[in-house]
């Protein structure tokens, strides 16, 4: 059924409450203090006390008041977080609590609203089966408000799933070094490459969502099944330990080379199913990670 405009208010309102309810009770500070900032800037001189690294005396300051005065630095905290955001077909699947479509608008939105929290920066890059939207990386409450709403009313134009596209569209777009958040199930090949390009540049986790039956299917005899990225139906015999087995063995397959890809591009991956307790196994992430 084809959402209203009021349905898609009510849902950003909603991700909106949620999210600060977790940012102020789960996330307080863990998000910021989780990732440096762009270097350090310098700040102002004072005077030089025993124990001062000497390499930072300001020494035209010192022969101007003919006392020792030392530079201090410090760390640039403000952060630029890019939201990579799969809302391919594939993610409207779910068996459990969530569809994998709801999972990653929730996990995006809980990014989002705790980016501007710290005053920080956030965009997104909404791809399917090419990149749909991208959105500047900018602060503030109504930005943010803007990017939920896009997220959550924008459908992909065809089916399938291009990460590599999406990966290569933010190395192109974004010069300055950022996090960023992949969120998707990863249900697509060829990226591997660009995920090592950008693992150099910019500070990458990807977030890979799952239902439990993308595992397991269940046993419940003769099922006519679709492709939700390419529309292909097909009947399947889930009584048949074969098909079980050979449906399993092509999940973990594809899990196993997304860890390899991560790895290799010195990125770290989160794994998430629709039924997990995300904002666990994020706060544990973000504690981790400080």
Known sequence: MEQTTEDILRKVRELEIKSKKLATHFFTGEFHS?????????????DYTAGDDVRFIDWNVSARFSHPFTKVFEEERELSVMLLIDISTSNLFGTRMRSKCEAINEVAAMLAFNVIKNN???????????VELYIPPKKGRMHVLYLVRE???????????????????????IKQRSIAFVISDFV?????????????????????ISDPADEDLPKV??????????GELRWVNTN???VRYNYRLHFLKNQEECKQAFRKAGAELLEVRTNDDYIKILQHFFQKRK
Request: overall charge positive; hydrophobic content about 35%; glycine content about 12%.
């Open 34 to 46: 989780a990732f440096k900032g762009k270097g350090m800037r310098f700040r102002e001189v004072r």
């Open 120 to 130: 920080d920066k956030v965009g997104a890059v909404l791809f399917g089966n090419e």
């Open 151 to 173: 997220l959550l009313s924008r459908e992909p134009c065809c089916a399938g799933t291009n990460i590599y596209d999406a990966i290569r569209y933010f190395n192109r777009n």
């Open 188 to 208: 697509g090949e060829g990226y591997f490459h660009d995920l090592k390009v950008i693992g150099k540049k910019h500070d990458v986790i990807g977030i890979k």
């Open 221 to 230: 005899g003769l099922l006519e099944l679709m492709d939700s990225e390419t």
């Open 240 to 242: 048949n330990v074969a």
